[in-house]
Structure formats: structure tokens, C-alpha cells
């Protein structure tokens, strides 16, 4: 039998080779440092993608290349399309296949293709811990991924016996495979013991306390964190991290005067510069002290928040200048912080940042155009911070340049902001209204804007009715633009199959019912709080359109930790929405439609054909975004589209 099966797995590895021809990855065995080639000949036999493909792309599944982005496009080299990029100083595993429009090309079903990396002959320490992890982007839905996990947590913890990480994902692969409540519990109970020993090696190192928390996150006992947060305070009242915890606890304290001398207590105790737990009690008395514009305490504490260098540091330094200048404290101090920021904003922090202890800081990938720009914004922001203290300071000249500066160079809303209201003080009202126009102009219904930019302009025009005039042209040019943009997106997909939708007397949603009309799926579960702050918005537009008879709206529970019976209450209790409700009986109805999480909204055209899907609540424009898409396929009916 054992022969049987090894020679069945060198024949599906043969296979997997023959049809792999088309794509190469250069070195086969990835050392970190080497330069990587992936290369994909689109004439090869068994190639999924056309030879007069436009466009190639790497779609990453799973990845600790995170210096790489998700995506990454192909250069085409005569017939082959490649993409380089070196393996970093932490990658360990990726997971990837190749997308061309609708084409894809992967080694074979529930298969994609793979970036091991070695230390000379051998996988790097936790490669198959993480590709382990990856299974369930490969394969979500393959009967055997759990078995699958576990040969590969195996080979990790051949390799490397100690991989605290790897001994808790094992048992808790074999967790969900336990066959009864009493294995599951001896299991759960043995990843507790080598999580409570993690905690001993280190009590009081943040590292190694994330490392434990992450343990019981892992087999499902989110419950036990504040536990072992208690037991560090009690153990090590003195540690770093201790001051750090209860520093966060008496953040909550309600009495300003009881919470300011237990934080100064803290202090007089012990005082260590740059460590966090000292430092996230300067922070909160710098907020203190900078809003009672007590400078002196202020600028003391301020001095302890930047002690250590990191990627942060730009950042910092701006939001103790930003806190200066909102209380009107410290001007001079707030320009020089301005002033050192802005040196280091080249190095602005964009994106995530991750921080391993083995090999510190990380920075994910960003593109250059966003970088650029968030440098660009920041240094608006500071450049305008700098301006209104130079007000402060009745450095009238200075703070008009600085302004102007800060309005030319970006459109951020900080900088925007802060430039009009320099303009606002200098009583230039005009101006400041067009700075503010700006961003009314990217976001209409930015609330606080429209507040500053209505004052500015019955400042210097009193005309009320002027004044809702600009605002009906500009909602006009934003419904303009959103119709442009909605027409773009249109997805032209197959409706998905809804045979599994009842309404709440239990009758069956047939097609017939939606056939010809333009139809909204709203997907929502009485759970889910997003879905609630949903509903009001969506209500609006449902009461645009409840008259029309080829608008048909179906708000369905999804089914999800729901019954009917909690669809019927749920509508009694809430008279105030008359759409529709219906409950989906069909555990497949994510995969149809394509979603994971609600609230999730599917818009069908009047050919039955899905145009638009928003997965989340995107907050009020979901109001006109909505109206827009509605708008749009009924025209395109009107049109005999």
C-alpha cells in the first residue's frame, strides 16, 4: 500500500512539474538576499493565459515578503513576462498566482504556486509554520487542510524544536480535529502549559508578553488576556511593562484631579527615559498640562516622548507641536518641534510598520506616488502649525508665507485646515473660504469644513441664499463625478442564484419575481452593529425609489447566528424601516454573491447580470453612492442597455 501511494505522489508531482513549465522561479532553493526571478511563458503548453495578454500579474495570497506589494505587475521581455525583487533579511514564505483579466494561472486546483526560502539547504526557521497559514488561502474549502497544516507544522518542528509558535498551532490544528469534547480538552490543555511556560521564560519583557497573548488569541481564549495582564501587575509591580498597564487603567479614571496625581505618583516613584511604561504617562500629563496651558509641565514632559529614535520619531514630534498650537501653548516650542519634524518628514512613516525583535523594524510596501504624497501632507501640516504660532507670536509676515506654503503644496486637510484659519485670523475671509472650497470640492459632506468655510463666506458675502447656491453646485459636481466613477465600475458579472431566499411568512423568492427590474441586496444580520448604522442611510434611498416598480429592494439576514424568528422581531421592533425583509436559507449565499462579512449590498441590473457590490459600511456617502448606482442601471434601461 505505502508503495502504491509513493508512486502515485512522484506521478502527481510529475504532473505538477509538466504543467508548472510555464513559470519559473530562479534560484529554486531562495536563499534571503538572493535577487528572485519569476518568469511566466504564456506559449508553454498547458499556459492558462493568452500569449496576447496585455497585462500579468502576481497576485500575492500569503506573504512575509513584506516589502513586496500584494500585487505586483509582470514586465513582458519578448514572450516571457518576468518581475525581480530580493528576498529580504525576514522572509520566510509566499503564496502566489498569476491574473490576467479574468484568466488565471496556477499549478493546479487549490494550488498556488510557492517562494520557499532556505538557509543554505535548509527551510528558514518558521517557512512551514507559515505556509502552514497560507493553506487556508490555497484551499479554504479542501476537506483535508487540516491534515495538510499538520505535516507541515511537523517539518517545522522537526527543524526547529523549540518554535513556540508552531507547538501552539499544532495542538490547535489538532484541536479543530479532535473527534470528542474530552481530545479537544486535553489538547486545549496541553497548548496551555506550553503557553504558561512561554510566559515564564520572560514576565516582563512586552515580546515575549505578546508572544503569549497571540497563544491564547490562537486557541480561542481571548478571555485570558486581562488575566495575564492582572498577574504581571501583582508579580512585577515594578516592571516597565506594570507602569505601562497601570497607567492604562488609570487613564480611565473619571476625577482629572485623582487620575493627574496618580500619574505624577508613578513618576516620582521611578522614571526610567525611554521606556514605554514612563513614556505613555508623559503623554498623557504632556495632553494634560498642554490643555490647562500649564507650558512649563507641558514642555517637561514633552522633552520625555522622544527620547528613543524610531520609525515614529517624525511623527511624534509633529503631534507635540499639533498639541501645542490647538491649546495655544508654548509658540515658540511648538515651531521648533514643527521645525524638527520637518527635517526628518523624508522619512515620514506611511503604511504599516511591523516590529519583530529578531529583525526590527519592517516597513510594508508603498507605492512611491502614495509616499510622496503623505510626505507632501505632512509637510503642509507642519509648514501651517509653523504659521499659526508664528500668529501667536505676531510674526504676521511669516505666518501669511507659511500659509500660502502649506496651501500650495498640498491639498491635505490638516494643512488646508490650519491655512485657512491663519487666513480667518488675518481677516482675510475669501481666502480662506478658497482654501476650505478645496476640500469641500474632494468631500462635500465633510461636516466640519462646511461649518468653517459657511462662516468665511457670510464674513465677506452676508447672502445666505449665495451661500446655498455654491453648496447645491458643488453637491451637483459631486453626484456628476460619482455617476462618472459608478459607470467605470460596473462589474457586468452573473447574478448569483437565490433560490435559497424566503421572505418572513416562509414563501420562496422565485426569479420571476425580479426578472426585468433593477434589484439591491442588502445583506445584514440583527448581531451585527455595522448593519444597523447602515440602515438609516439605506432607508433614505429605499424611500426614493419604494414607488417606483422597477426598483425592487430585498433586505435579507443573511442566516448568519440568525433565524427567521430573530428576522420577524428584529422587524417588529423596528416599525420605522418599511423595506422589505427577507432570510436566506442558503449557507452558500457568501460565495454567490462574494462575500465574507456584512453588511454586504448587491446590486443587480434588469438583465439579472450583478453591476455593484459594497462589502462594509462605508458610512453616509453609502446614501448617495447607493442613489448613484440606482440612477445609473436605470437609465441603461431606459436606454435598452
Known amino acids: 500500500m505505502k508503495k502504491i501511494i509513493f508512486t502515485y505522489m512522484l506521478l502527481v508531482l510529475a504532473v505538477v512539474q509538466v504543467l508548472g513549465q510555464s513559470l519559473t522561479v530562479k534560484p529554486e532553493k531562495i536563499n534571503r538576499g538572493d535577487t528572485v526571478t519569476i518568469s511566466y511563458d504564456p506559449t508553454a503548453a498547458y499556459a492558462k493565459i493568452s500569449p496576447d495578454a496585455s497585462s500579468v500579474t502576481i497576485v500575492f495570497t500569503y506573504s512575509t515578503f513584506y516589502d513586496l506589494p500584494w500585487k505586483m505587475p509582470m514586465v513582458k521581455k519578448g514572450n ?110 496541553q497548548a496551555r502549559k506550553i503557553i504558561a511556560a512561554k510566559f515564564e521564560e520572560n ?18 481564549e481571548k478571555s485570558r488576556l486581562d488575566s495575564v495582564r492582572k498577574v504581571i ?60 496651558r500649564d507650558s512649563a509641565r507641558a514642555l517637561f514632559h514633552a522633552a520625555k516622548l522622544n527620547v528613543k529614535v524610531s520609525p515614529y520619531t517624525p511623527q511624534v514630534l509633529k503631534d507635540i507641536a499639533a498639541r501645542l498650537t490647538e491649546n495655544k501653548t508654548a509658540p515658540s516650542a511648538a515651531i521648533a518641534y514643527a521645525e524638527r519634524s520637518l527635517k526628518i518628514s523624508g522619512n515620514w512613516p506611511v503604511g504599516i510598520i511591523r516590529y519583530f525583535p529578531e529583525f526590527g523594524y519592517i ?110 453646485e458643488l453637491e451637483a459636481l459631486e ?57 438609516p442611510y439605506f432607508h433614505k434611498v429605499f424611500e426614493k425609489y419604494r414607488n417606483n416598480k422597477q426598483v425592487m429592494f430585498m433586505v435579507v439576514n443573511s442566516g448568519s447566528n440568525n433565524t427567521i424568528e430573530d428576522a420577524r422581531k428584529w422587524a417588529k421592533q423596528n416599525p420605522q424601516y418599511q423595506f422589505p425583509i427577507y432570510f436566506n436559507n442558503d449557507k452558500n449565499i457568501g460565495e454567490k454573491v462574494g462575500f465574507t462579512v456584512i453588511p454586504t449590498i448587491a446590486v443587480l441590473d434588469h438583465q439579472g447580470k450583478m453591476q455593484f457590490r459594497t462589502i462594509g459600511f462605508e458610512g453616509e456617502i453609502l446614501q448617495k453612492k447607493l442613489d448613484v448606482e440606482i440612477a445609473v442601471l436605470l437609465d441603461a434601461m431606459q436606454l435598452g442597455k
Not at 514576565?203 to 480561542?220: D, E, F, K, Q, S
Open 233 to 292: 501587575m501583582q508579580r512585577f509591580p515594578d516592571a516597565d511593562i506594570s507602569r505601562d498597564l497601570r497607567a492604562a487603567v488609570i487613564a480611565k479614571e473619571q476625577d482629572t484631579a485623582v487620575k493627574i496625581a496618580k500619574l505624577e505618583a508613578m513618576l516620582k516613584k521611578s522614571d526610567k527615559p525611554g521606556e514605554e511604561g514612563s513614556e505613555s504617562i508623559h503623554k498623557m500629563l504632556f495632553d494634560y498640562y498642554a490643555s490647562v
Open 479 to 535: 453626484i456628476a463625478r460619482l455617476t462618472a466613477k459608478t459607470r467605470m465600475l460596473m462589474m457586468n458579472k452573473p447574478g448569483p442564484e437565490l433560490s435559497g431566499l424566503v421572505d418572513l411568512e416562509g414563501r420562496p423568492v422565485t426569479a420571476a419575481m425580479m426578472k426585468g427590474k433593477v434589484v439591491i441586496l442588502d445583506f445584514w444580520a440583527t448581531w451585527c452593529v455595522p448593519c444597523m448604522q447602515e440602515m
Open 363 to 472: 516597513p510594508s510596501y508603498v507605492p512611491d506616488s502614495t509616499r510622496e504624497q503623505a510626505v507632501a501632507e505632512a509637510r503642509s501640516a507642519l509648514l501651517s502649525i509653523k504659521a499659526l504660532n508664528y500668529i501667536e507670536l505676531h510674526q504676521i509676515d511669516s505666518a501669511r508665507l507659511l500659509a500660502d506654503r502649506a496651501a500650495e503644496l498640498s491639498d491635505g486637510r490638516e494643512g488646508l485646515i490650519n491655512s485657512a484659519e491663519v487666513a480667518a485670523r488675518l481677516n482675510e475671509n475669501r481666502k480662506a473660504f478658497d482654501i476650505l472650497w478645496k476640500l469641500l470640492i474632494k468631500n462635500p459632506t465633510d461636516s466640519t469644513v462646511l461649518k468653517s468655510a459657511r462662516i468665511n463666506f457670510l464674513k465677506y458675502n452676508q447672502s445666505e441664499a449665495s451661500f446655498k447656491s455654491k453648496i447645491a
Open 203 to 220: 514576565p516582563t519583557l512586552p515580546g515575549n508578553v505578546n508572544l503569549v497573548t497571540m497563544g491564547y488569541l490562537m486557541i480561542g
Open 80 to 189: 516571457i513576462w518576468t518581475a525581480s525583487f530580493v528576498a529580504g533579511r525576514f522572509a520566510t514564505f509566499a503564496a502566489f498566482y498569476l491574473q490576467s483579466g479574468e484568466q488565471i494561472e496556477q499549478p493546479g486546483a487549490g494550488q498556488h504556486y510557492a517562494l520557499r526560502v532556505f538557509d543554505g539547504e535548509k527551510r528558514v526557521r518558521s517557512g512551514f509554520l507559515h505556509e502552514s497559514y497560507s493553506l487556508s488561502a490555497q484551499m479554504p474549502k479542501a476537506s483535508d487542510i487540516q491534515v495538510k497544516k499538520l505535516i507541515l507544522l511537523g517539518e517545522e518542528l522537526k527543524n526547529n524544536p523549540d518554535n513556540y509558535e508552531a507547538k501552539v498551532a499544532r495542538l490547535n490544528t489538532m484541536m479543530a480535529m479532535a473527534k470528542s469534547s474530552e481530545e479537544k480538552l486535553r489538547l486545549r490543555e
